[in-house]
């Protein structure tokens, strides 16, 4: 079964960059998409970027233009590259995979911004 498996994330101020990674440890599916979400504290899990297997991906409209999905089907893997980061991005972020019906998710990452 597909195991998600996040790294990356940490403290950085704001205007930095972080990278985060996600990888499919089973390397099983060939999943439809893969993708970013995030969860502050006090709010509800909003998607940050998802790729879809096609190649086209969507944002969050308070990351487009900052943040850059990539993807590799390859290896199951997909990032997240986050630029000129805001201290409202602080939150817990997950990595996610859709296929066959199904959705997994990976462990969640903390990612803060400090001003």
């Known amino acids: 079964q597909g195991q998600l498996v996040q790294s990356g994330g940490g403290l950085v101020q704001a205007g930095g960059s972080l990278r985060l990674s996600c990888a499919d440890s089973?390397?099983?599916?060939?999943?439809?998409?893969m993708g970013w979400y995030r969860q502050a504290p006090g709010k509800q899990r909003e998607l940050v970027a998802k790729s879809m297997s096609g190649g086209s991906a969507i944002y969050g409209d308070s990351v487009q233009g900052r943040f850059t999905i990539s993807r590799s089907d390859a290896e199951n893997t997909v990032h997240l590259q986050m630029n000129s980061l805001k201290p409202e991005d602080t939150a817990v972020y997950y990595c996610?995979?859709?296929?066959?019906?199904?959705?997994?998710w990976g462990q969640g990452t903390q990612v803060t911004v400090s001003s």
């Open positions: 996610n995979a859709e296929a066959l019906g199904r959705s997994w």
């Open positions: 089973g390397r099983i599916f060939s999943f439809s998409a």
